[in-house]
C-alpha cells in the first residue's frame, strides 16, 4: 500500500502544535494510535445523541494523558456524522454556573467556536443559521407553502421550551434581514445567540426581545441550540468543555458547590432522557473527579452516580458504558506506533525522507522508560515534544546522528502547568493560605 502523502500545511500544523505540548485543530487522523475501546463506547453515544437520545460523558486522565487530543478526534468523528459541535477551555472567567458573567462568557466561547462538517474550525453559527432558511425554502418548494409559515412551523416548536419564545424571534429577526439584505439586523441576531448582549435593553432595542442570555439560562440555552440545529438539517449538538479541573481549584466552596449542582442537572437530564440530540463531553483530572474534599465525589449526589462499576474492578476489566471515562495509558507498542506517524508525518509521508530509522524508535523508548519509568507512556505529551526535537536537531544538523542524542535526551514528568494557590475556610470566616 502506497503511504499517503501529508500537506505541508498539515504537517507544520501537526509538528507545531505537539512540540508546544498543544493539540493539533487539524491533522489529528495522522497521529490517533490506541484508546480503540473508548473510542467505540463514545462513537456509540454519537449515534445515540444522532438518534434523538443524549450523552454524557466525564473524560478523566492525567496531565499531559492525551485528554484534549482524545476528545478532539471524537469531535472530528461527530462532525463526519453530521453533528454540529461546540467546544472551550473553562479558566477563572468561564464556568458552568456563575453569576458575573462568567457562564454566559463560556456561552460566547462556545458559540464562537461552534463546527460542523463544512466549518471544521469554528465560526458556523451563521452557517448554521443560512442553513436553517436555506432548509425552510427547500421545504416551501416542495410542500407549496410560503417560506414565512414554514419557518413559523419550525421555531413554533422552540417556542414550547424555557426561553425558546424569544429564540425563535431572534432568528426570524435573521429571517427578515437576509430577505430585506439588512446586514445589521442579521449581525445583531448572530450577537443575541451568542450571548455577546450584555444588557436587555440593548437586545429589546435592536431585536424586540425581551430577554438575553444571560449566566442563569447557559444549560437551557444549549438544549434551545441543540433543537435549533436539528430544524437546520444536523443529527444534533455535541458540547465539548475542557479543563474542568479548574472548577476544582475555586475556592470559594459555594461557587464550586453550584458549578457541581450544575453538572448534576445535566448530567440527570442526560441520563434520564429529558434532553433530546445533546451530548456532553467533560475533560478533567482524576483530582477533580475523586477528591473527596473539592472534587465532584464531594457532592453526595454526583459521587453515587459517578462511582465506578463494582463489579468490573471485582472482575479486573473497565465499564465503558459508566458517565466516568478514565483513559486508558498508551501501551509502550502502541507509543512505538505514534513514533512511527510522527516521524511519518515529520517527513511528510515521505519514506525516503526519514530521518531515522525504526531502531532509533526503540532505542528512544528504552530510554523513556529507563528515564522516567511507566509515566513515559501514561502521559505522553513530554515523551512526544522530546522526540520532535530531537527530530527538529537531526534535520537541522545532518552530520549529527540520532546515537549521539538519545542518551542526553531529557524528559520531564508531565507535572500540573500551573502552582495552585489552596484556600481553606475557616469557622472565623478567615482563610489559611498554602502553596
Known sequence: MVAKRIRAKERDAIIQSLKSGVTPKIGIQHIQVGRVNELKALIQDINRVSDGGSAFRLIIGDYGSGKTFFLSVVRAIALENKLVTVN????????IHASAGQARNLYSELMRNMATRNKPDGNALTSVVEKFITEAMKEADTSGKSINSIIHEKLALLSEFVGGYDFAKVIEA???GHEKDDDI??????KWLRAEYSTKTDARNDLGVRTIISDTSFYDALKLMSLFVRQAGYQGLLVNLDEMVNLYKLNNTTARTSN??????ILNDCLQGSAEHLGFLLGGTHEFLLDPRKGLYSYEALQSRLADNSFAKQAGVI???????????LTPEELYILLKNLRH?????DKAKYLVPDESLKAFLQHCSQTIGDAYFRTPRNTIKAFLDMLAVIDQNPQITWHSLISSVAINEDKPSDVELETEDNEDGFADFKL
Open 88 to 95: 472551550a477551555d473553562l479558566s477563572p472567567d468561564r464556568r
Open 174 to 176: 435573521y429571517w427578515i
Open 185 to 190: 439586523l442579521k449581525s445583531n441576531a448572530i
Open 260 to 265: 457541581y449542582e450544575q453538572i448534576l442537572r
Open 319 to 329: 465499564d465503558y458504558s459508566s458517565p466516568a471515562l478514565h483513559l486508558a495509558s
Open 345 to 349: 508525518v515529520y517527513a511528510e509521508g
